[in-house]
Each structure stands twice: as C-alpha cells, then as structure tokens.
C-alpha cells in the first residue's frame, strides 16, 4: 500500500483572515506584502519548500475508463509538455505536493478553466489501470469563477471491483492566463485535503 501511494502522488491545490480582535491596519499591511510576491515566494512563506518536478509515471498506465475521461486524464498527467514551465513544491508539515504548470501543453490553454470544467463533468468517476492495481476517483466540480475553475478527486484503490483504502485527495484548478494558462495540482497522500492545501491552491492560482 506505502507504494500505492509514493505512485498516486507522483501523478498525479484569503491568507489574511480579519476578526474584530485584531486591527485592520496590520491585517491591510500583510495582505499588501503578500500580493506583491510571486507564487514561488508566496509558497515558501507559508511553509511550501521547492522541489524536483515528480514525472515519469506514464508509461505506467494501461488503461483509463470509461473513455469518456480521456480528455480529463489527458489534463492530469499530459499537461506537462515540451513548451509547459512546470514548479513542485513540498509542504515541509503535511508532507503535500503541488505541482503548478505553466503554458500547459492542452488544447486552446487560454481557455483551460472552461476546458477543466467540461472535462471534470463529463467523468464522475475516472479508473485508472496499472500493473499492480486499479485506482478509482471520484471527481466533482468544486468552485467556479470567471477564468478559474477548481475541481476535486478522491482516490481509492481497487481491488477485486471494491473499493479499497483511500490512497489520495487532489486539488485541480485551472486559471485562464494572459500567457497561457495555469495548472495546479494539490496532492495529498495521507492527512487529505485540509486548510493548508487549500490555501496553497489558491497562493498559486493568484500570485504569478
């Protein structure tokens, strides 16, 4: 099972919160250091530490079902092509991955939020097959903005048709961008998808 999940997460997500105890003019000065990071130094100020992109599980695979969600399969584990700019990071406490992608190598990546969108809702539930096991996601739409579209899958392994112990949560968010667009993916092997994660997805989603 421990390699089930070093695999599932090789392939495979308001930082100032005011409350009427605490005085806005500080709160306002944090929030307007934090918009002038990038996401790389936004990540690492909030515990992300920069590592080695994880790839190379393709050839992996032996089969994707139904069919109908090759095109979101194709967004997850395709993306990261000749001209993409891809950036992983390691939460240093929970032990997450994020992996944001750059100019990713999908059709029409100007439009990757309404693409991530149809994708995710066309396949509710996406199979993937390997040599040694099946895994199983179920996959919903989360949130939708205007040029951003965040997606969540739960991943179980299967075995014998059944589904067996959780082995990954996933954030997916796609965000239009004047250069291309952006894909990022929070992983999370083994506490799941909690606040630090989804606070990371969203660092990366608005911080160039």
Not at 50 to 68: F, K, L, N, W
Not at 87 to 92: D, I, K, Q
Not at 181 to 187: F, P, Q
Request: net charge negative.
């Amino acid at each position: 099972m421990a390699g089930n999940k070093r695999l599932l997460t090789s392939l495979a997500l308001s930082l100032c919160a005011v409350s009427v105890s605490v005085a806005v003019a500080g709160c306002s000065a944090a929030s307007a250091e934090s918009t002038k990071r990038s996401m790389a130094e936004e990540l690492k100020a909030t515990g992300w530490v920069e590592e080695p992109v994880v790839d190379g599980m393709e050839s992996q695979i032996r089969d994707i079902r139904p069919t109908a969600c090759q095109d979101l399969f194709d967004l997850l584990d395709r993306a990261d092509g000749a001209e993409a700019r891809s950036f992983g990071f390691r939460n240093s406490k929970t032990g997450s991955y994020l992996l944001a992608i750059d100019h990713p190598d999908v059709p029409d990546p100007g439009s990757l939020s309404s693409h991530l969108r149809e994708a995710a809702e066309a396949c509710p539930r996406l199979t993937m097959g390997y040599d040694s096991t099946s895994l199983a996601y179920d996959v919903s739409v989360a949130d939708l903005r205007s040029g951003r579209t965040e997606i969540r899958l739960n991943g179980a392994e299967q075995i014998g048709g059944q589904q067996g112990e959780r082995v990954v949560d996933m954030i997916v968010t796609g965000v239009n961008t004047d250069s291309g667009g952006r894909l990022i993916r929070v992983m999370s092997s083994d506490a799941g998808i909690g606040a630090t994660e989804e606070k990371a997805a969203e660092a990366a989603a608005v911080h160039p």
